[in-house]
């Protein structure tokens, strides 16, 4: 019987087949959006509109903002827009998942946090007409979970996008 030498045996299992980093991108995705769902709900059950409670001062404050616009309050009111990207968004990271499964484990992060991050906010754009922004750290616009996971995952994308260049 042939053996592979103790660090080849240990880079083939680190290497996932696409099939399981399809897997942890919809798992990763699911985990995104309860964890973005349930501070939500925390916040909403537990805050005024505008209200803000110091956390870890003075770097962080949870204040409860109804954002209508995009990113940073941008574009207010343009709900039908927002809806219709987070559906585009949402299709495509669904499509290619579907298609063509992650090769490396950046990418299936990447997508599942996009995907989690951008099916809670248009959960909170057809359900409320807004999206429950909270984590305020006073010198960056207030956002949540959702905005957190959609931002490290499009920074895993072009990471991952230079460093195959």
Do not use: C
Not at 38 to 49: E, N, S
Not at 115 to 134: E, K, S, T
């Amino acid at each position: 019987m042939h053996r592979l030498p103790a660090d080849q045996r240990a880079e083939e299992q680190t290497v996932s087949s696409p099939r399981t980093l399809r897997i942890q991108s919809w798992l990763i995705g699911g985990l995104s959006l309860l964890a973005d769902r349930l501070t939500k709900q925390l916040v909403m059950a537990r805050f005024h509109p505008g209200q803000s409670l110091p956390f870890f001062p003075p770097l962080l404050r949870l204040t409860y903002v109804q954002n209508t616009g995009a990113a940073f309050g941008v574009l207010r009111g343009q709900q039908f827009l927002f809806i219709v990207i987070s559906v585009v968004v949402i299709g495509w990271v669904s499509r290619e998942l579907l298609t063509r499964p992650p090769t490396e484990p950046r990418i299936a992060w990447a997508y599942g946090l996009i995907l989690g991050g951008a099916v809670g906010n248009l959960i909170d754009r057809l359900r409320l007409g807004y999206v429950v922004d909270f984590i305020d750290m006073r010198v960056w616009p207030v956002f949540n979970v959702g905005d957190s996971a959609i931002t490290v995952g499009v920074a895993l994308l072009l990471w991952e996008a230079m460093r195959r260049r």
